[in-house]
């Protein structure tokens, strides 16, 4: 069965990009990257002086980890391609960096920038519960401080959120293949290929203003069979205000995300600044605290704009973090873009390691 996916837009234009996914990873509808797994971080890590290697200075700074979920059993998980980390592989990724780095809270990139010490930060976006469940045992028993930036609506009336949503349909639909039409300019496996084609919908996605995504999803479901994807599905996907406020008790750092993550820059000014407050607004009244941190959601170099840390900037906010690759060098920072790594289950152990031990090599992409 091939159904077409159409956009029923009354300038019938065409949009839409056809990825390619992660080397060796599964996608991640925020960000893709290809992290390099070959010869050399392979030897880097699979020596026995690996150990030693990573105790030398060989670069200075801050490296800030992103991650999104962790995996665990009974973890409901709609799209894979958000999933950072299973328990163990956090708990050693966790052991890793205390062993061999300057562990530090996120307010200490504005601070000490010219120090000489290998410094590492870690992040949480979204607001997934595995966030609190699984990963905040292990942060707190390795005393590693991170700092978590919320999508407050998703707390306030649990929905499934639009990457979420798009691998609901896919893994669901009976189709075969979408034709191309007004979204799509080719033909897009389902069954062939589901992956791929998960991810270039997110593309599309993300290509597209945000007054158009909600006709996006629509015409998703119709094409695909399934329609849109109810909100008893996300019963168990987010984490509660309760639990936010336990991580506020634990000295985890808590910051924005948006209200309903949308891709900020494909928005207006006024959208932009409805969404920011929104979030500042909600975490002040149910965390007692102000949004003095926020990360974009997506974190693609066109997913912010002036407009947005203007915004930002304007409502308190004194760092904003990006996820295009990259790590903060000594010396002055653009407070409003700094740069993450991205932290995917497809990562191997190498290639974590060859990232902390070599980030100006393999954290960028």
Known sequence: MARQLERSDPEGSTSGHMATDR?????????????????????????????????????RGTLVLAYHRIEGDGTPVLDRGVLSATPSSFEAHMRFITRHFDVVPVEAIARDQSSPARRVVVTFDDGY????????????R???????????????????????????????????????????????????????????????????????????????GEAMGTGRCGPGEAAQLWMTWDMARELRDSDMAIGGHSATHPILARSTHDGQAREIAECARRLDEELGI????????????????????????????????????????????????????????????????????????????
């Open 23 to 59: 080397s060796g990873a599964a996608s991640n509808p925020h960000v893709r990257h290809r992290i390099p797994t070959g010869a050399v971080a392979a030897s880097l890590i699979g020596a026995g002086w690996m150990e030693w290697l990573a105790r030398l200075p060989l670069w």
């Open 129 to 140: 519960r595995d966030n609190y469940t699984l990963a905040l045992p292990i942060l707190r």
């Open 142 to 220: 390795h005393g590693v401080p991170a700092a978590f930036f919320l999508a407050t609506r998703f707390l306030d009336a649990p929905a499934v959120p639009w990457w979420d949503e798009i691998a609901w349909m896919v893994s669901r639909s009976d189709c075969d293949e979408l034709e191309p039409g007004g979204w799509l300019p080719r033909p897009l496996g389902l069954r062939s290929d589901g992956r791929r084609a998960i991810v270039a919908l997110t593309d599309v996605y993300k290509s597209l203003p945000t007054d158009r995504t909600g006709a996006f999803l629509d015409f998703c």
């Open 290 to 365: 102000p949004m003095r941190w926020f990360a974009y959601p997506v974190g693609l170099r066109s997913a912010f704009d002036k407009q947005t840390k203007d915004v930002l900037r304007s409502s308190g906010v004194t760092l904003a973090f990006s996820l295009y690759g990259g790590y903060v060098r000594r010396g002055p920072v653009d407070p409003y873009d700094v740069p993450r790594a991205s932290v995917a289950l497809g990562m191997s152990a190498s290639a974590f390691r060859a990232m902390l031990t070599l980030p100006g090599q393999f954290a960028r992409w």
